[in-house]
């Protein structure tokens, strides 16, 4: 192991890191570096230095209550009385995260990461349960103080050199989808509800969408075929693929 960095230490909301790591090669500070962008499942974006793992900068990126912010070396400083409690304790990032499995992307030519980000919250309970042999054990979990169409969901795209936010696209609030951007300064994704979109990668303009009938549960990709670009997504039971009309 040449070094490791932990994002949540004691880790008691569930927030594990299943998100995906982007890898950049752009400036930081005015010096070119190798880096490793995460906008982490408990709402701060970090930067790392992926050849050294130095922590560079975190900012929160998505609705969050349970940190003041990060020290000089990433770790979170912790608002008091955040913990799960007998009567629920409401934090946000929700156990679902600010955002999660869903792909993130990064574009070298608008120097932009865009996210799938989630601003919601959860109530946290610990629960007295009695420890049974071979039974399913929880002494915690969570509820939704609020019905999911409250919470907001949008694509963010964010500065890696600052974590400021650049634009916002709000979506259905129940998307999971991942993202994919383009060399024709695009970002393609999908909606619970059965959108497939393109949006402006430099401005988040919608440019096109199209109705699919199924949700976008999965992440875009682009392919070529003798020449020609297609993007394609899944979504319900099937794979929808589209190119420009020649």
């Known amino acids: 192991m040449k070094w490791y960095f932990q994002f949540t230490p004691h880790d008691i909301h569930d927030w594990d890191s299943t998100q995906i790591p982007i890898l950049a090669d752009t400036t930081f500070n005015g010096e070119e570096r190798k880096l490793m962008l995460f906008p982490n ?8 230095d992926r050849e050294t793992g130095e922590f560079l900068l975190g900012e ?11 020290d000089e070396n990433g770790r ?38 865009y996210v799938m980000a989630y601003d919601a919250e959860t109530r946290y309970f610990i629960r007295p349960v009695e420890y049974q042999e071979g039974e399913s054990y929880r002494a915690g979990g969570g509820e939704s103080p609020e019905p999911l169409e409250n919470y907001v969901r ?19 609030s129940r ?34 969408h199209k109705n699919i009938g199924g949700r976008v549960h999965a992440g875009p990709m682009a392919f070529a075929v003798d020449g020609r670009q297609h993007v394609a997504i899944a979504a319900g039971n099937a794979i929808f693929a589209f190119a420009l009309p020649e």
């Not at 499942?41 to 790392?48: G, I, Q």
């Open 175 to 208: 998307t999971t989808s991942g993202l994919l951007s383009t060399a024709g300064d695009l970002v393609f994704g999908g909606t619970a509800d059965g959108f497939f979109f393109a949006l402006d990668a430099e401005t988040g303009e919608e440019l096109w």
């Open 154 to 172: 949008a694509v963010r795209a964010l500065e890696p050199q600052t974590g400021d936010l650049r634009w916002e696209f709000p979506v259905d």
């Open 76 to 113: 979170p400083i912790l608002v008091p009385g955040m913990e799960p409690s007998p009567e629920g304790t409401v934090v946000a990032p929700a156990i679902t995260g600010g955002s999660n499995w869903w792909s993130p992307t990064y574009s070298p030519r608008t120097d932009l990461i």
């Open 41 to 48: 499942r408990n709402a701060f974006f970090y930067v790392l």
């Open 60 to 70: 929160p990126y998505a609705r969050q209550t349970w940190a003041e912010g990060l």
